[in-house]
């Protein structure tokens, strides 16, 4: 049983979160092709040649890198949400990496990614299928620790 806010009691820390982990995700985009863009010059431009793959990499240690260090993407800061653990609190190193690898797996099967965002949309919490399997959480912010 998970331990993060109740959304019949607390429904403040899920509103708005659909359209913010939206945003938050275009967000991240930009920033990890941005990153990507300004590695490209130190590899004597041969990152062109496997651009998608690189994308894939620095996405990947970006996640688990910022997830770790606040529970929350860049985007997701920008946007005053961030994800927390089955017990209400913020990502450790292994919840952040196992929340990545199963976000990853998602992108590559499209049906996964489908019933996913159906999931967040339809959900009280607001959870992905990653977030469902991992009895993880997005919520707003909160105002005071």
């Not at 429904?11 to 590695?39: E, N």
């Not at 990947?60 to 985007?75: M, N």
Request: proline share 5%.
């Amino acid at each position: 049983m998970t331990q993060t806010p109740d959304p019949d009691l607390h429904p403040q820390f899920y509103d708005g979160i659909a359209g913010k982990r939206l945003l938050a995700w275009i967000i991240d985009v930009i920033i990890i092709v941005g990153f990507c863009l300004l590695l490209v010059p130190f590899t004597a431009f041969t990152a062109l040649f496997f651009f998608p793959f690189l994308v894939l990499v620095v996405g990947f240690a970006y996640r688990v890198a910022t997830l770790t260090s606040g529970s929350a993407t860049w985007g997701m800061r920008l946007m005053a949400m961030e994800l927390r653990d089955r017990r209400d609190q913020p990502f450790d190193f292994i919840t952040a990496l196992l929340h990545t690898i199963g976000y990853s797996l998602s992108m590559t099967v499209t049906i996964i990614q489908v019933v996913s965002a159906v999931l967040i949309c339809t959900t009280a919490r607001r959870q992905s299928l990653t977030d469902m399997a991992l009895g993880t959480a997005p919520v707003n912010r909160r105002l005071s620790r």
